[in-house]
């Protein structure tokens, strides 16, 4: 009996340690965390990133699972990357919103008018760790965003 009881006491510290352990911040694509640095997210991507303006790069040819992606955009800052957003075809945005409905649950959405212009559906996401918005604006984009959560919804 105190043998089984000391195995069940190891058991449980070691899964206390497991939730204690810090994890990495992942930024949304597999492999990337907030703060790297231009050369390992060339790396961690395998392309080659080119500069759209000042601080920020893009990458083309990369997916998401078998959805092709026009366009990534990652913005740099002081402490490297800081935010990431993804330009996809209209046509993947019921499967990638079902996929984070899924995955998070419901979001925040909200349509805005733009003064006369194509109305924007705004979808929002909290992980904790993540601010996941997507936006359709009209029929020309579908832009999905991600950047480090500025409040752990725990806290509320």
């Given amino acids: ?3 089984r009881c000391l ?9 206390l340690m497991l939730w204690l352990q810090p994890a990495a911040a992942n930024a ?14 060339e790396e961690r991507l395998g392309v080659a990133l080119t500069e759209a303006s000042d601080r920020t790069l893009e990458a083309h040819g990369l997916t998401i699972g078998a959805i092709p992606v026009k366009r990534l ?15 996809l075809e209209p046509d993947a945005m019921t499967e990638v919103l079902a996929g984070l409905r899924s995955r998070y649950g419901a979001p925040v959405s909200t349509t805005v008018d733009t003064e006369g212009k194509a ?5 929002v996401w909290n992980t904790g760790t993540d601010c996941i918005t997507a936006v359709r604006a009209g029929d020309d984009a ?15």
């Fill in 28 to 41: 949304c694509v597999p492999g990337l965390d907030w703060g790297m640095e231009r050369s390992h997210l």
């Fill in 73 to 87: 955009r990652l913005q740099l800052g002081d402490q490297g990357l800081k935010q990431l957003a993804y330009e």
């Fill in 7 to 15: 195995h069940l006491l190891i058991g449980m510290v070691c899964t």
């Fill in 119 to 123: 109305l924007q559906q705004v979808w």
């Fill in 1 to 3: 009996m105190g043998r």
């Fill in 142 to 156: 579908f832009l999905l965003s991600y950047r480090p959560s500025r409040l752990n919804p725990a806290l509320l």
